[in-house]
């Protein structure tokens, strides 16, 4: 069965501080994978896609990581800004449209 | 550049009654398009998905209903809704090809009483 599970459900850390999020998949065939931010009540919005060869992309604060062979992605967010306070949603596609699977994401609070 | 536009944000309505969000996107033509439902503590859950004017695929069978009557519109609607029909609804569209992003609108947040 095709899923993505992520952890920790909810995540609280001090402004300033780096923190990682992690993603394992079940997903097959694997075609790509996603980091999107999600702020209350707004769209996810992409952080990163990377695909079966790439294994680290960085968007300013925000680097993932890929290990297609065990399956797994980290998120890791340096320097937490208040702004970063959101969820963090991992979606593996495992080709098209249908074939996309969401994981329910992290609840990352940044305290000052 | 590209925008995507949903409404209404918020909308609350009686059990039984119809419904119609819409959804437009700017800047890009012959985009993919799709409906998605996302429930509180969950994954998204992918409605319907079109890859052009007329032609939608659903993924969940249900009460809902989507339509693309242009380019650049998706509609998702219902004749009656129910209960479990509440949740926050995402529209997001993509260009064709493998590994693109999708790209959400703001979502509409409904309340079925």
């Known amino acids: 069965k095709n899923q993505v599970e992520q952890s920790p459900q909810s995540l609280i850390i001090l402004e300033g501080k780096n923190c990682t999020l992690q993603?394992?998949?079940?997903?097959?065939?694997?075609?790509?994978l996603r980091w999107y931010k999600q702020d209350t009540g707004r769209g996810p919005v992409s952080l990163t896609i990377?695909?079966?060869?790439?294994n680290t992309k960085s968007n300013g604060r925000y680097t993932a990581t890929l290990d297609a062979d065990t399956k797994q992605s980290s998120l890791h967010i340096t320097a937490s800004q208040l702004s970063d306070s959101a969820s963090y949603i991992c979606?593996?596609?495992?080709?098209?449209?249908?074939?996309?699977?969401f994981g329910s994401g992290t609840r990352l609070s940044i305290r000052p | 550049s590209q925008t995507i536009h949903q409404w209404p944000a918020t909308l609350v309505q009686p059990v039984g009654s119809p419904l119609s969000l819409e959804c437009t996107v700017e800047?890009?033509?012959?985009?993919?398009l799709y409906w998605y439902r996302q429930a509180a503590g969950r994954g998204l859950q992918l409605l319907f998905y079109s890859v052009g004017i007329g032609q939608i695929s659903s993924e969940v069978p249900q009460n809902l209903s989507a339509s693309r009557p242009q380019d650049r519109q998706f509609i998702l609607s219902s004749k009656k809704l129910l209960l479990s029909d509440s949740g926050f609804y995402l529209c997001a569209w993509s260009v064709t090809g493998d590994n693109q992003p999708q790209h959400f609108g703001d979502g509409t947040r409904l309340s079925i009483l």
């Open positions: 993603c394992n998949y079940t997903v097959s065939p694997f075609s790509n």
């Open positions: 800047g890009t033509s012959n985009p993919n």
């Open positions: 990377m695909t079966f060869s790439e």
């Open positions: 979606v593996v596609s495992a080709g098209w449209a249908s074939k996309i699977i």
